[in-house]
């Protein structure tokens, strides 16, 4: 093991003997995004895993160590545990009788005003038919989200009915949220911030602390199935709540004159409990001040979904969800900031030639679920301007949602640059720091729109932002 392994994994030799002595045979369902990554770090972790899923190519690549999504450090970590402590099958029956615990992972997308739990729901009643056939005690763990009740009102009954067996006597049923961020999921999974072992009873959260044993030094929560269900939503609506909060006073910083919503968010971010001191009295910026900066608005798969999800769950509660409902709207409506700040300079975008920089969600993805990107293009032709789009990763991604007779795809930065009468910075990508060199060498006239205010406003002749505010003469 490299020092760079035992920097990743934060794992050493004295924890790789105690973790074999309970190592445990563990099936997971669904082997998209979590259930690959979790797969994968736990097999690492010294556990015997099976993965399954009902889709014949997903599992021939993963046993031939292909992962079929793109994550850092993904493939390299499935390659060196495939054919011994990991393998994929499309067998669930063989599964749950060779391993004691299975975590259900599949998706939950948002249908109509909520998640759809169908397949959450037909893995549990497939799950529950294999253990009416198996006589030893056996825990299901839902890693999948889902709003707060789904596992002990959808899962366990599901489970029950399948089974003819009792949940808390036959088997256990469990909730264990993930915190994975796109582009670092590894990382999050080997090394996270809080372990949520959420479970009917104590012998399942027994069951879980026994799956994550060999993580120490992490702060774990056991508690029930809805309070582990609900950390998850509240986790991530807090996180999109503070963008949109940031947006929204970028918004009004933008009608300000002599005021730039960075220099406030600075001010902002040097309050003590923001920013606190280490030991040496050296100020420290936490991670999640990285949600407190303006913008274009959030996307991806989680954040748009999970807060809609919770806003709607709230409303079946009697809770009108007035906060978070706000959040969606301000973020729905970010994107049209981009366009309004580029109608400045040109009233009528007609025929204007116009680079969109960044089609992914954010940054290292080639994720464009969500991206802002989408609804500013769309508007774009709508008025008829001609749309160059760059993005170091998503071009591929973004074809299918708009075809190459609807825009031009550049294949660099300096060809979406070079003639444009306009470029809109859409992701924070580290390759866009140039931008202000391509422009001085092969463009000046360019009018540069920052919708992610990487950019320093003094570095481009032609500069406009989210959350600048009039200049007074
Ligand atoms: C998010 C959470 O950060 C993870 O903790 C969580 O586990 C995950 O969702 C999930 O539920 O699975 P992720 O969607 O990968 O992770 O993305 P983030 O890096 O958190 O970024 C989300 C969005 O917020 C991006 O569109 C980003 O551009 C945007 N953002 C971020 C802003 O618009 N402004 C900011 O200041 C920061």
């Not at 009528?348 to 293009?377: C, H, M, W, Y």
């Not at 092969?442 to 009039?470: A, Q």
Request: with cysteine; net charge negative.
């Amino acid at each position: 093991m490299t020092h760079f392994d035992e920097a990743l994994f934060g794992i050493n030799q004295t924890k790789l003997l105690k973790r074999n002595s309970s190592q445990m045979n563990i099936s997971i369902v669904g082997t998209g995004y979590v259930g690959l990554v979790s797969g994968v770090c736990l097999a690492e972790k010294g556990h015997k895993i099976t993965c399954v899923d009902l889709d014949h190519e997903k599992v021939n690549a993963i046993n031939n160590g292909e992962s079929p999504i793109y994550e850092k450090d993904l493939e390299s970590l499935l390659q060196k545990h495939v054919g011994k402590n990991l393998n994929a099958s499309i067998n669930l029956e063989e599964a749950i009788h060779q391993t004691s615990l299975t975590m259900i992972c599949v998706g939950t997308p948002f249908k109509g005003d909520a998640i759809d739990l169908s397949y959450v729901r037909n893995c549990a009643s497939e799950i529950g038919k294999i253990l009416s056939r198996k006589s030893h005690y056996h825990t299901i763990i839902v890693k999948s989200t889902v709003v707060p009740g789904t596992t002990e009102e959808c899962v366990l009954p599901a489970l029950e009915e399948n089974s003819g067996k009792s949940a808390g006597k036959e088997f256990g049923v469990g909730m264990n949220p993930e915190f994975l961020k796109e582009g670092n999921a590894i990382q999050d999974f080997m090394n996270p911030d809080r372990i949520i072992l959420g479970g009917i009873d104590d012998k399942t959260r027994n069951e879980l602390e026994q799956v994550y044993e060999s993580f120490d030094h992490i702060p774990k929560l056991a508690t029930n199935c809805r309070t582990a269900e609900m950390i998850k939503y509240a986790s991530n609506s807090l996180l999109a709540t503070m963008i949109s909060f940031a947006n929204e006073l970028g918004n009004l910083c933008s009608q300000t004159p002599e005021v730039d919503i960075k220099e406030v968010m600075r001010g902002v971010h040097l309050d003590e409990r923001l920013s606190p001191k280490d030991d040496q009295g050296k100020k420290i910026r936490p991670g999640f001040l990285n949600y407190l900066e303006a913008g274009c608005g959030f996307g991806g798969s989680c954040f748009p979904k999970d807060v809609k999800a919770l806003v709607s769950h709230g409303k079946k509660s009697g809770e009108n969800m007035r906060i978070l409902s706000a959040v969606l709207e301000t973020n729905a409506l970010q994107p049209k900031r981009v366009i309004q700040l580029l109608q400045k300079f040109f009233p009528n975008l007609q025929g204007k030639k116009i680079a969109v920089l960044g089609l992914a969600f954010k940054p290292e993805t080639d994720d464009i679920r969500e991206s802002p990107a989408i609804p500013v293009i769309s508007d774009l032709l709508k008025e008829d301007a001609h749309i160059f789009a760059f993005d170091p990763a998503a071009e591929k991604s973004m074809e299918n949602c708009f075809s190459r007779e609807q825009i031009t795809y550049e294949a660099t930065l300096n060809d979406a640059i070079k003639g444009k009468d306009a470029a809109i910075i859409m992701t924070r990508w580290k390759e866009f720091e140039i931008i202000p060199e391509l422009i001085h060498q092969m463009n000046k006239n360019l009018i540069l729109i920052d919708g992610r205010r990487l950019i320093d406003e003094e570095s481009v002749p032609n500069y406009d932002g989210i959350g600048i505010g009039p200049k007074v003469d």
